[in-house]
């Protein structure tokens, strides 16, 4: 389950990257404390499934994209 959070986690990282954007837009995004969006980044605590839809939505990206090559 480890691999799969951190996979995740290098995928929004990544794709943030790509766009430009930082902890701080997630912060904004999700409404969630520094430190957790931190851990979420980090792969030590898991994204919620409604967090990921919305940094996705948010993003102009399909959500399943964070999911791919995740095996």
Same mark, same amino acid.
Request: aromatic share 4%.
């Given at each position: ?6 996979? !995740? #986690? #290098?995928?929004?990282?990544? %794709?943030?990257?790509? /766009? ?7 912060? %904004? ?5 520094? &430190?957790?969006? =931190?851990?979420?980044? =980090?792969?030590?605590? *898991? ?7 919305? !940094? *996705?939505? *948010?993003?102009?990206? &399909? +959500?399943? /994209?964070?999911? %791919?090559?995740? +095996?």
């Amino acid at each position: 389950m480890t691999a799969t959070r951190e996979h !995740i #986690a #290098a995928e929004v990282r990544a %794709e943030l990257a790509r /766009q430009g954007k930082g902890r701080a837009f997630l912060v %904004e995004l999700l409404d969630l404390d520094p &430190s957790t969006v =931190s851990g979420r980044l =980090s792969g030590k605590s *898991a994204f919620r499934g409604e967090e990921l839809l919305a !940094i *996705a939505e *948010a993003l102009g990206v &399909s +959500a399943s /994209q964070f999911l %791919e090559r995740v +095996a």
